[in-house]
């Protein structure tokens, strides 16, 4: 087939990191399974495809998770200014409870270890390949009409408890997945004035690093 | 716009990782501002945006960097044992010398710090970003009828030094870019017999970890 291009890049600018537009409207099985191959298509390091994805639709494991990503928002505002903590006390980070469906993916070093093509200087290509997945899913989901958003409010050990995950597998991203209301059209850290977006070209260099302001 | 989802899912799936299919053939400018335009609209940790594009064309600076990838291929070659040996022997890693451009993404972990919303707890967050914007980057690419591939047999200290990258600044990515005569259907490692992919099923567990062989 031919691709329409702007459909490619639409989905790719529409898509947000969604916290408070879930609905918790159940998410369409054939819909989830078509964002799960797509994750599951990205490219990976000596062709480990070394993710896991832990799909959670327990409340009572959504809840001891959002009690600790609580704490670690606690855990940050003390962290910050007066007139950062201000701003930071207005804004959501999460959307664990409201969303349908929870996927926490994982990264597993020991698969096709120890010959892992393409590791052998970079310790850290597998952690790569398994973000390459969740970029994947995220596009594939803002295309089938559904939000995501990454949660990283929590401390690993925490997580693997609360999931049963062994010591070797390392969680990468706690992402809240379903249909939304809307999806906003400027990142919320910047309606929040958090932070606003850096123009592009401030990012591109030629033929070697040129030190910008 | 309304998003045609075939598009999306068609490039997903036709994304490969290149190596030996590049012509050398021109980069349309335009093709590769909207390229770099989608890597840059990827989410980020705490709205960092904490990704640069070295973009390289220059031809010495492309040949001491394959110098270097050719010696760690040796390095690499040492480790494996003679079956391995003798299958890497056939598979070609890096189309530095014959894609048009190089493009080495780096990670900026000073941006927006010390109070990046999100990256409390996880150090890694930011690296997690430089990634997603890779991949965003590769299936722009990959729908303009660019190949993409990404080479990691190299030390981040020589590619640091080759394009003068601040130590504070870590190299994630050389990726080669160009227009492309094909893109094979099977990933190249699978062709080779080097490794073969794992069903999507044993990669999906229900609310907690589900050991699998």
Redesign the interface.
Known sequence: ?S???????????????VRGQFTGAPIDPDALR?V???A????S?????P????????HG?RARFHDHVEE?RA??TA??DAD?AAR?AS?K?DGVLESSLSIVV?YDPAR?A??V??????T??G??ST??A???L???AT??DLGVG?V?????PVLRSI????AG?RP??WLCVGPVTHLETT?D??RHR?????P?DL???????A?QA
């Open positions: 087939m691709v329409q291009l702007d459909s490619v890049y639409e989905v790719i600018h529409r898509r947000r990191d078509r799960l191959e797509a599951h298509a990205a490219p390091v000596g062709l480990t495809q993710w896991d994805f832990v799909l959670i639709d327990d494991l670690e855990a940050f962290t910050l950062q930071f804004i980070i994982t096709g120890p010959a093509l393409g590791r052998n200087t970079i850290d290509a952690l790569y973000c390459l969740i970029q994947n995220w596009l594939a295309a089938e990454w990283s409010f929590y401390r690993e999931l049963g995950i062994p597998i990468v991203a990142p850290l910047e958090w932070r606003t977006r850096r592009l990012a591109i260099h030629r033929n070697g690093w030190p």
